[in-house]
Every structure is written in structure tokens, then in C-alpha cells.
């Protein structure tokens, strides 16, 4: 490890095999914590290659358990996190919304690490069942039409660095690889990141497989589209700067879209926003995520996703999902 330090202190690139190599002996706990410490900080000082990038993906995609999505055409909505911003649990509400319009989703998701609430610390609140069996997954997804995957149960690997990751409580690179790794390999995915640098990268990545998929970056800073102001979008057909007049809404603020300070407060808030009593600006921020999921699946306009999600939410079909997934994990 000490040479591998030196050489990305230098400035020097990791081939994609070193890159891969890495990753499996950190997971084989061939690295002592400060060594790994050490590595995920000098990461957060330099730039990321595509090369680096795409052998730690396949590193931790050899590595998790697999899981079969073949059956299933669906989409996972999955932001990077790390973006320092503090919103409400945006994506997994977008997630329900777009399993309520009908779109089969298998949502990735983890522990908070940068932020007070992720999307799994919420999910676990709320009592859904966490598991990586086949059967339940199945289950899930064609009674509920959502299935999460909560990223522990699929990648052991990781288990060396979890605690690693909570002790630095900052973003690292393995934010960047979270919606890379889904461990069903989904044939459709919406992905937020925190800058448009990995905005170019994951294009990059996306483009060698025959996935359909839209990146999206907020260009205050956020890793999803918050309405705030312009957001760039790439597909796999073009790239767009889309605005909330794309959507036909008005621009909200910052302050509109904080989550909360507990867990207890994050899981409230994403109940009275599925329960159809969010305000204005959470309604139509998750609706425009959806609706992003929604188009990267179906042959529709923006404002035809729009108006699809926001149906799913104001009607209560996106509450339906919800109940039924807590239905299932309480069997």
C-alpha cells in the first residue's frame, strides 16, 4: 500500500487492473484501516480516472452476491450522496413514485455516511425488510413493484471499509461507485452525482453497455434535480440542460428541500410527503426525479413523466407501493 500511496500522491494513474486489485485485497483485509483511511482520503485530493473508476466497479461487481433482474424491466434511482446539501430522502420518494406509475424499480441504497439520513437509515425506520434472497426479491418486486436492495447484503466486501467510511464522515470514492454496483445489474438506471466532472465519467462508463440511461447533475451543487435551477442531463441518446420551466413548475429554494435533522424527523417528513401532504416544492421535486426515471424507460416527454408522476403521487398509488413493500417485510 505505502507504494500505491506514493504513486497516487504523485500523481500518477492506476491502470484498471491495479485499480481492480486494490479493491480486492482491501476487501481480503490485506490493508491495515489506516493504510485504507490513507487511500480514500488521497482520492478526495485528486482526480479519478475512467480506467480507476471502472476496475473498482468491476471489483466490487465480481465480488457482491448477485441477484436476478432479468424478469423484471426495471430502473434503479440512485444518487452518489456526498453532495453536502442535507435534502429529504428525494430519490427513494422518487422511487415509489415511479413503482406507482407502473415502471418496476430495484432501488440501491445504503446508510447515510455524509449525510444525517440515507436512504436505507429512513427505509430501516419505517420498518421495510432488508434482504438479498432471491425469493423475497421476487416477491417484491411483481406484488409491491419495488424491491430494495440495501447495499451491505449484496457487497461483503464492503464490510471492511464500512466503518472506516463512518469514522472519516466525509464523502469518499466509494460514493462515487454506489449506483455503479447495483448487484442486479438493471437494464434501465437514473443516477444524480455531485459534479459534472463524475457526470462526464459515468457517461463515459454508461455508454460501453447497452443500459438506458439518464446522469444527472443540479449545477448548485446537488446530486438529483432540485428544481433550484438548471440541471445538466445526459442519456443515452443526448444531452440536455433541463430547467424547472422544462417541467412547468416554478424554481423552489434551497430551503424548501432540507430534510431532517434526526433520522426520526427524515422518515416523518418522507411519510407526509408520500401521504400526499408535502408542500409544493417536495411534491414537484420528486415528481421531477421520477419523472427523469420515467422517460429514461418509457418513449415520453418530460411533461408527459411529469404529469404520470405527479399522478402516481396525488392519487396514492405511490403510497399503495409503499404499504404493500411494508406488508411484505412483515410477513
Known amino acids: 500500500m ?3 500511496l506514493n504513486k497516487l500522491i504523485n500523481q500518477e494513474i492506476l491502470s484498471k487492473e491495479e485499480a481492480k486489485s486494490i479493491l480486492v485485497n482491501i476487501s481480503a483485509s490485506k490493508y491495515n ?6 487511500f480514500l482520503t488521497v482520492y478526495m485530493m485528486r482526480s479519478i480516472s475512467v480506467d480507476e473508476l471502472s476496475g473498482f466497479r468491476e471489483a466490487l461487481l465480481d465480488l457482491c452476491i448477485p441477484v436476478d433482474l432479468t424478469p423484471h424491466n426495471a430502473i434503479d434511482l ?3 450522496g456526498g ?14 413514485v415511479t413503482a406507482g406509475a407502473g415502471i418496476k424499480v430495484a432501488k440501491h441504497g445504503n446508510y447515510g455516511v455524509s449525510s444525517i439520513s440515507g436512504s436505507s437509515n429512513v427505509l430501516e425506520h419505517l420498518k421495510i425488510k432488508f434482504s438479498n434472497e432471491q425469493h423475497f426479491i421476487d416477491a417484491c418486486l411483481e406484488e409491491a413493484g419495488i424491491c430494495i436492495l440495501h447495499a451491505p447484503l449484496f457487497h461483503p466486501a464492503m464490510k471492511v471499509v464500512a466503518p472506516i467510511r463512518k469514522e472519516l464522515g466525509m464523502k469518499t470514492f466509494f460514493n462515487m461507485l454506489g449506483p455503479l454496483v447495483n448487484p442486479g445489474r438493471p437494464n434501465n438506471q437514473l443516477v444524480g452525482v455531485y459534479s459534472l466532472e463524475l457526470a462526464r465519467l459515468y457517461n463515459y462508463l454508461y455508454q460501453e453497455s447497452e443500459m438506458q440511461y439518464t446522469i444527472v447533475h443540479s449545477l448548485e451543487g446537488y446530486d438529483e434535480i432540485t428544481l433550484t435551477g438548471a440541471a445538466k442531463v445526459s442519456t443515452h441518446l443526448k444531452e440536455q440542460m433541463l430547467f424547472p420551466a422544462d417541467f412547468g413548475v416554478k424554481p423552489v429554494t434551497p430551503e424548501e428541500i432540507v430534510g431532517g435533522a434526526t433520522i426520526e424527523q427524515a422518515a416523518a417528513l418522507f411519510m407526509e410527503i408520500l401521504n400526499g401532504k408535502g408542500t409544493e416544492a417536495q411534491n414537484h421535486v420528486v415528481c421531477a426525479n421520477a419523472a427523469l426515471a420515467i422517460a429514461t424507460v418509457e418513449n415520453l416527454s418530460i411533461l408527459e413523466s411529469f404529469d404520470k408522476a405527479k399522478e402516481a403521487l396525488l392519487s396514492g398509488k405511490a403510497l ?9 417485510s412483515n410477513l
Request: glycine share 6%.
Open 83 to 96: 453532495d453536502g446539501k442535507n435534502t429529504f430522502n428525494i430519490s427513494t420518494l422518487a422511487s415509489f
Open 2 to 4: 505505502k507504494s500505491i
Open 320 to 328: 399503495q407501493v409503499f404499504k404493500k413493500l411494508q406488508h411484505l
Open 33 to 38: 484501516p489506516s493504510q485504507i483511511a490513507s
Open 78 to 80: 440512485c444518487g452518489t
